[in-house]
């Protein structure tokens, strides 16, 4: 019986590349890993937005009318909805002029029960020190 | 010796990141080390069939394929493969498609993870 903490940590602004969607694909994606381990295994991913990247984490995403494409915002929401922890970095916000209100705070209405957590980067840094794996994007 | 599992991300063009990939990968293989590979994003662009050499370009598929034959495990993901078009009868033989969620499974047993490149 084995589990992985993993970190998904996302630098890079959102639709400019495909890094931040690849992220979440990925870490939503762990959902249905189980299929593919052995009994008792388990993985445990946590998405941290840093640098330019906590734009994803940005609310109000127009990327269907935009772009015809799910929203990167949707993704965040699904994340929530799975009770995968989604977690912001609180310097970087601040850096680009963003307040808690200008972000993707819950998923009430998709019925999430966990919020998005602004953190500082000593958090961000302190969970990367105890991860297994750290899966930069 | 240790289990190491390379996500990579990069383009076949445009950046030398995909050839730091499978010069590590190399390394580690001659090292001892059990390498698998996951192709996503671009990436997956890798695993098709019918790649011409030219020498603008980083051309690997002779180093890819060379690891595979020393034990490599290389897989594409599929639903990036699917969206750029190609299919499962357009893939290399001895590369492994599978979804997001496998891959997420080979991380409880690797013993490192490392994850290479992205635009």
Request: aromatic residues 8%; negative net charge.
């Amino acid at each position: 019986m084995a589990e992985a903490k993993l970190l998904f940590v996302v630098q890079r602004p959102p639709y400019k590349n495909e890094n931040p969607r690849l992220a979440l694909t990925h870490a939503i994606a762990s959902q249905t890993a189980e299929i593919y381990m052995d009994d008792g295994d388990a993985v445990i991913p946590i998405v941290a937005f840093v640098g330019d990247g906590v734009l994803n984490a940005v609310k109000g995403q127009k990327a269907m009318e935009t772009y015809g494409v799910t929203s990167t915002e949707m993704h965040i929401k699904t994340s929530l909805l799975i009770d995968m922890p989604i977690w912001v970095c609180k310097e970087d916000m601040e850096r680009l002029g963003l307040t808690e209100d200008m972000m993707i705070q819950d998923a009430e209405e998709l019925g999430a029960e966990i919020k998005t957590t602004f953190v500082s980067y000593a958090d961000i840094q302190k969970e990367m020190e105890q991860t297994n794996h750290l899966l930069f994007f | 010796m240790g289990d190491l599992t390379m996500g990579i991300f990069p383009s076949l063009v445009g950046s030398m990141s995909l050839d730091f990939a499978f010069k590590l990968g190399e390394a580690a293989v001659e090292k001892g080390h059990k390498v698998n590979l996951w192709l996503s994003g671009n990436a997956v662009m890798m695993a098709k069939k019918g790649q011409k050499a030219f020498k603008d370009y980083s051309h690997n598929q002779k180093r890819m394929l060379g690891l595979i034959e020393k034990g490599t495990e290389v897989t594409a993901c599929e639903a990036c493969a699917e969206a750029r078009g190609y299919h499962k009868e357009d893939t290399l033989e001895g590369v492994k498609r599978h979804s997001m969620d496998w891959y997420l499974a080979k991380t409880v047993k690797t013993d490192r993870l490392l994850h290479i490149g992205g635009e």
